[in-house]
């Protein structure tokens, strides 16, 4: 969907979470290595998450924003939960975890809060920054490609891929997938997730997945009255009931695993999401990161327009 036609008021109350590894993983990736600082350390990532921040804010003008980073790919309580979580996944080289501080400096330089930690992942403060700014009267703008995050929609929020500029609401999720954000859980649980290494139901796909949640409502209620499932029109039914019972405690510990935390203690998080606006001494400090000359200019002259709206 394009983006939702809504009033100047709502669109300044909203508040922009950002999934900033996403994009700098997708530069890192993108752009060459050939682009380095002073002391020859590639900055291409770091570029590409910069010019992605100067397009959001010129576009966007937000009020209020915030920035989610990943530092736990290994050692999340997530991890406790099971070993074998996002395991499946290659450790950062040195090279991009140097341009992953940067960037995080670099929103620490033009007034972005930003947050990151080695208990949780950038879901989970998305989920928890989301859950402070609903206290507020705020809708959330989640800035993500990441189906994952779709679990934490309410009726005013949206997820907005930003490379696609494309933008989904409750509505759209439930076209999109058969389920409502509510659901979306439960539906990972069941049909699990290759990227993070979350097992599911070996043997439940989408399809089916989708049959249970219309039927049930929910993962609990499934396991309430497995019988009822042997009364579902669709194929294989008995099959379904059996994998359902060989594998709850599977199904559960997915669930856990996909289930974003929204309830991270965040000091004065509200004060925080409004966005004060770089300072002066904001050029020194982004050139100190290692960001070139033009893609600081780029950056502080889209925040100097979205100052001035």
Not at 166 to 181: L, N, S, Y
Not at 193 to 205: E, L, Q
Not at 243 to 272: C, G, K, M, N
Not at 289 to 301: C, D, K, N, P, V
Request: hydrophobic share 45%; proline share 5%; glycine share 6%.
């Amino acid at each position: 969907m394009k983006q939702a036609n809504q009033t100047v008021e709502t669109m300044d109350r909203r508040v922009y979470l950002i999934d900033a590894s996403v994009y700098i993983f997708r530069a890192w990736f993108s752009l060459p290595d050939s682009m380095t600082d002073a002391s020859g350390r590639p900055v291409n990532a770091l570029t590409g998450f910069a010019d992605m921040l100067a397009r959001l804010i010129r576009s966007q003008t937000p009020a209020h924003i915030a920035v989610a980073f990943d530092e736990s790919l290994t050692s999340s309580f997530r991890n406790r939960i099971d070993p074998a979580y996002k395991a499946n996944r290659e450790s950062a080289p040195e090279e991009l975890k140097h341009q992953f501080r940067m960037a995080r400096q670099v929103c620490d330089a033009i007034g972005l809060y930003n947050l990151a930690c080695e208990e949780y992942e950038a879901d989970d403060y998305i989920g928890s920054l989301l859950h402070v700014a609903r206290g507020q009267g705020w809708p959330g703008v989640i800035v993500s490609p990441d189906k994952d995050l779709a679990q934490l929609l309410d009726a005013d929020d949206v997820i907005w891929d930003f490379a696609k500029n494309d933008w989904m609401d409750a509505q759209a999720i439930t076209a999109k997938f058969g389920v409502t954000p509510a659901q979306m859980l439960d539906y990972q649980a069941l049909v699990g997730d290759t990227v993070d290494n979350i097992p599911g139901i070996a043997g439940i796909g989408p399809k089916a997945a989708v049959a249970l949640l219309t039927h049930f409502g929910s993962l609990d209620a499934i396991y309430a009255d497995l019988d009822q499932v042997l009364d579902l029109p669709v194929r294989g039914a008995k099959r379904l009931r059996r994998l359902l019972e060989e594998q709850r405690d599977v199904a559960e510990r997915s669930r856990q695993l996909a289930r974003i935390v929204t309830t991270i203690p965040l000091e004065d998080a509200a004060s925080q999401l409004v966005w004060q606006r770089p300072t002066p001494e904001a050029s020194p400090a982004l050139l100190a990161t290692g960001l070139g000359t033009g893609a600081t200019e780029r950056l502080l002259s889209a925040c100097a327009v979205s100052s001035a709206a």
